[in-house]
């Protein structure tokens, strides 16, 4: 539940943000341009279940081995982010999307090879995150993130807090004891990947205060990804009990 709540989450943000990115570059926000983000998540989900579908035909009629399936998996994905960027104002449509709906339709027709899939990108991402944490650091400005001080803990202290708050409303009425509660609402709070991933876009792209989302995105990882490990690492076995 946990993950696929994640899931769905970073897939929001990520649509969201970049969606956000283009009004702030274009400089036109009208009702228009917010109609195009619910029809960039629609077809951004319909072409991926389609690429995933296509891909899926593909390996039943061709045999190939696990190296190859994953060259064609990142091949695919990079196409469908070139896409995006193809018809950026023509056609809104989430590249990201699309290929977790690629993923998702794969793994729900063929769970055995997303499984042998899933195992290979977990080694491609050992050193890919490396590279990620590398560039974020590379990016950050340490005079600049103290000068910011007490105010940007504060905003990611009362984000957490919200999101936590968030996180109760939607378990309260279901099944889950009060201690699973509170576990999924700590479960909640470490964020890290994909800040990492866009915090230093805006700053890239030229946008004003991109160097205050940059410090923001780099104060939310120090605070809250080891306060939220350490959470789940000392709480499971007192709050959550096996089937």
Known sequence: MILSGASIDDVFVIVAFTSFTAL?????????SFI??????????????????????????????????????????????????????????????????MGITFNQKNSEVATQLSNSFDQLWIPAEVILFVLVGTSLDISYTLQAGFATVALV?????????????????????????LFTMGAYTPKATVQAAIGGVPLAMGLPFGKEILTVSIVAILITAPIGAFFIENSYRKLLEKD
């Open 157 to 181: 202290i009362l984000a957490v807090l919200v999101r936590m708050f968030g996180v109760f409303l939607s378990t309260a009425g279901t099944i889950l004891t009060t201690k699973e509660k």
């Open 24 to 32: 702030s570059l274009s400089g036109n926000m009208n009702v228009l």
């Open 36 to 101: 195009g983000i619910p029809i960039s998540i629609l077809l951004g989900i319909l072409l991926g279940v389609l690429t995933g579908l296509l891909l899926l035909s593909f390996f039943k009629y061709f045999q190939v081995i696990n190296p190859i399936k994953v060259l064609l998996f990142l091949s695919l994905s990079f196409l469908l982010l070139e896409i995006e960027q193809q018809l950026a104002g023509t056609v809104s449509i989430s590249g990201l999307l699309a290929i977790m709906a």
